[in-house]
């Protein structure tokens, strides 16, 4: 299956995702509920009919993404730069807002105060577009639902922006949760030198 094909086939995907992020602006209660159901449903099948052995180009065009997490992709992180930093951040969509919820331990205010709605992805949203909010929500799906076909793609980003720092003369850092809080420690494991952080 060619890059094309797949990135053909990612239109339902697509299509899934400005349905789910337009839901709750036009049902409530247990309509909301019953949609975002049958929403998910189409979701999960979508993602367990992708093959096993997808390249990380292929990977990305089956969400149609062009990376999965951006190096220095907002204005604080790349303050790092003064320090000597190129950092590699993941943002998906936190808390339960994709339908599946990837901040277990989240409060309340944690919930409330969360960085997503804030900086470019404010600015898009005030101008009426959600390009951020959509990619956020396909890759919150993938790792979820495929984490075997995240991490091939999130393995090979770490390598090619870990040599790209070096060359560069800059450390290199990863945050897997700039807007989640899940469990990455395969891939920390399976990259002893690199500096990862993170918080709680």
């Given at each position: 299956m060619?890059?094309?094909?797949?990135?053909?086939?990612?239109?339902?995907?697509?299509q899934?995702?400005?349905e789910?992020?337009?839901?709750?602006?036009?049902?409530?209660?247990i309509?909301?509920a019953?949609a975002e159901?049958?929403?998910?449903?189409?979701?999960r099948?979508?993602?367990?009919?992708?093959p096993?052995?997808l390249?990380?180009?292929?990977v990305?065009a089956?969400?149609?993404?062009?990376?999965?997490?951006?190096?220095d992709?907002?204005?604080?992180?790349?303050?790092?730069r003064e320090?000597?930093f190129a950092?590699m951040?993941?943002?998906l969509?936190?808390?339960?807002?994709?339908?599946?919820?990837?901040?277990?331990?989240?409060?309340?205010g944690?919930?409330?105060?969360?960085?997503n709605?804030?900086?470019r992805?404010?600015m898009?949203r005030?101008?009426?577009?959600?390009?951020?909010a959509?990619?956020?929500?396909k890759?919150?799906?993938?790792?979820?639902f495929?984490?075997?076909?995240?991490?091939i793609?999130?393995?090979?980003e770490i390598a090619?922006?870990?040599?790209?720092?070096?060359r560069?003369?800059l450390k290199?850092?990863?945050r897997?949760?700039g807007?989640?809080?899940?469990?990455f420690?395969?891939?920390?494991?399976?990259?002893p030198?690199?500096q990862?952080?993170?918080?709680?």
């Open positions: 060619t890059i094309k094909q797949i990135r053909a086939n990612a239109a339902e995907l697509e899934l995702a400005s789910w992020l337009a839901l709750p602006q036009t049902l409530q209660g309509d909301l019953m159901a049958a929403t998910m449903k189409k979701v099948a979508y993602f367990k009919g992708l096993k052995d390249s990380p180009g292929q990305k089956a969400i149609r993404v062009t990376y999965l997490a951006g190096v992709s907002s204005s604080k992180i790349i303050k790092g320090q000597g950092s951040v993941l943002y969509s936190p808390a339960s807002s994709s339908g599946v919820n990837v901040c277990s331990e989240a409060s309340a944690c919930i409330a105060a969360c960085l709605v804030s900086g992805n404010l898009e005030n101008a009426g577009r959600s390009h951020i959509t990619s956020r929500l890759k919150t799906w993938l790792v979820v495929r984490r075997d076909l995240a991490n793609a999130l393995k090979s090619k922006n870990r040599a790209k720092a070096t560069a003369g290199f850092a990863v897997l949760n807007t989640s809080d899940l469990d420690t395969d891939i920390f494991t399976s990259h030198e690199v990862f952080y993170d918080y709680t």
